[in-house]
């Protein structure tokens, strides 16, 4: 199994309908986020979270909200999609004390969310 | 104002020759520099990091060239493998902070 899995992989909905994205790992990182990846674009941050109490705002989140269940579970809401939301969505995990060699931190990413709004 | 850029969308190199792509930043804050290499209908998984304060950074076929006054970084890859063929990711981050990243290269080994 995956250690970071999100679902669905695959979403078609229309404008104004209500989606959630959901993201669960195994790995028992506390630290978890939500990114977004346009053609031509980078990823781009949209929520993240440093442990279930601990919710913040990255560099887009405008028209989404998130919901940390558990350590394990970080969930993506679409209230009312819009046609500028069709995007693939990822999810990513770190944890701090886990470094890269260089001593980066670094992110451990499911395997995408694609997203369609009609 | 992209602050971390990689402007070749694409490259093609032979197998068995050098790769090597490319990534220009403009703030001077950041600190560390990491390379994600992604498959199709994959998440992007982490290759190798460098931090300011080296200029070089070697893992295997794949080193990492950071010339800080240059705001430039480089990610060699000898020999290229067709397993290598993926869209190349350069991201930096100022303090461990949130993460910047460049839009992408996709590169092509050819057989």
């Known amino acids: 199994d995956a250690d970071v899995t999100q679902t669905p992989r695959n979403r078609i909905t229309k404008t104004g309908k209500r989606i959630m994205l959901e993201c669960s790992q195994t790995k028992g990182h506390d630290r978890m986020y939500w990114y977004r990846q346009d053609p031509g674009l980078g990823l781009r941050l949209i929520y993240y979270s440093f442990d279930v109490k601990d919710i913040n705002k990255g560099e887009i989140s405008d028209g989404y909200s998130v919901s940390r269940q558990a350590q394990a579970k970080f969930s993506l809401s679409l209230e009312s999609a819009i046609p500028n939301q069709t995007a693939l969505y990822f999810c990513?995990?770190?944890?701090?004390?886990?470094?890269?060699?260089?001593?980066?931190?670094?992110?451990?990413f499911g395997a995408g969310s694609r997203l369609t709004v009609l | 104002d992209q602050q971390v850029k990689q402007n070749s969308p694409s490259l093609s190199v032979q197998e068995g020759r050098i790769s090597i792509l490319n990534c220009d930043y403009t703030?001077?804050?950041?600190?560390?520099f990491l390379w994600y290499k992604k498959y199709p209908a994959e998440g992007p998984t982490f290759l190798i990091s460098?931090?300011?304060i080296k200029d070089k950074n070697e893992d295997g076929r794949f080193t990492v060239f950071l010339n800080k006054s240059a705001k430039h970084l480089s990610l060699h890859i000898v020999p290229s493998q067709p397993g290598d063929s993926a869209v190349y990711f350069c991201a930096a981050s100022a303090h461990n902070y949130q993460l910047i990243w460049g839009a992408g290269t996709k590169l092509i080994i050819k057989p």
């Open positions: 990513a995990t770190s944890d701090p004390r886990a470094k890269g060699g260089s001593g980066a931190n670094v992110l451990t």
């Open positions: 460098i931090s300011s």
């Open positions: 703030n001077s804050m950041f600190d560390y």
